[in-house]
Nanobody, 116 residues
Framework: QVQFVESGGGLVQPGGSLRLSCAASGSIFSIGITGWYRQAPGKQRELVAQ????????IYADSVKGRFTISRDSAKNTVFLQLNVLTPEDTAVYYC?????????WGPGTQVTVSS
């Protein structure tokens, strides 16, 4: 089992930026792909970005492509998500998990609120 702890969320104005962090512990050797997911009230959970173990392959949802960047620091078992040009539609709780996800991997998430 893997444990994830997300941080870095907050309140930001439209057009602003945030950098989210996801620290992994436990059976991290089993992680092939790590993804950032988000859940907004009344909406389906969305996989917004994913990164392969070696870091050489990244994939983004169309809704964030060109604005969000996923990266990793393997030495620190941490995955980051840089959020730029934020809009109110990006408001959600952001989580990391494996891809495909495992229900027992969910961490507390970090709230991102984009509002003026």
């Amino acid at each position: 089992q893997v444990q994830f702890v997300e941080s870095g969320g907050g309140l930001v104005q439209p057009g602003g930026s945030l950098r989210l962090s996801c620290a992994a512990s436990g059976s991290i050797f089993s992680i092939g792909i790590t993804g950032w997911y988000r859940q907004a009230p009344g909406k389906q959970r969305e996989l917004v970005a994913q990164i392969w173990r070696g870091g050489g392959i990244t994939i983004y949802a169309d809704s964030v492509k060109g604005r969000f960047t996923i990266s990793r620091d393997s030495a620190k078992n941490t995955v980051f998500l840089q959020l730029n040009v934020l809009t109110p539609e990006d408001t959600a709780v952001y989580y990391c998990n494996t891809v495909p996800l495992r229900e027992d991997n969910w961490g507390p998430g970090t709230q991102v609120t984009v509002s003026s």
